[in-house]
Nanobody, 119 residues
């Protein structure tokens, strides 16, 4: 299983950005799974941002992004998205996606995409 994040870049405060996490080696429709976004700012611990579950499409968010970020899945494209609106400088981080797949041992991580929020 490989996860590849994309969509990062430089964005102004108050702007929007959409991150993508494309999965290969695993088909979304084949097994129940949970996919999450995490982020890690320079000098900080990696923190959880949002999660979507395949069984019921339920979503969960960290308080710091609730109301601004939206996580979603596209089974046809085997991709999970993170729509980031009204971004703030404190959202500056490397963003990673992680997959936990029923029946497979361990977690799968992507290599991350950098988001910089600055004017």
């Amino acid at each position: 299983v490989q996860l590849v994040e994309s969509g990062g870049g430089l964005v102004q405060p108050g702007g929007s950005l959409r991150l993508s996490c494309a999965a290969s080696g695993f088909t979304f429709s084949s097994r129940p799974h949970v996919i999450s976004w995490y982020r890690q700012a320079p000098g900080s611990e990696r923190e959880w941002v949002a999660t979507v579950t395949s069984t019921d499409d339920s979503t969960h968010y960290a308080d710091s992004v609730k109301g601004r970020f939206t996580i979603s899945r596209d089974n046809a494209k085997n991709t999970v998205y993170l729509q980031m609106n009204n971004v703030k400088p404190e959202d500056t981080s490397v963003y990673y996606c992680k997959a936990v797949i029923l029946g497979r041992r361990g977690d799968y991580w992507g290599k991350g995409t950098l988001v910089t929020v600055s004017s």
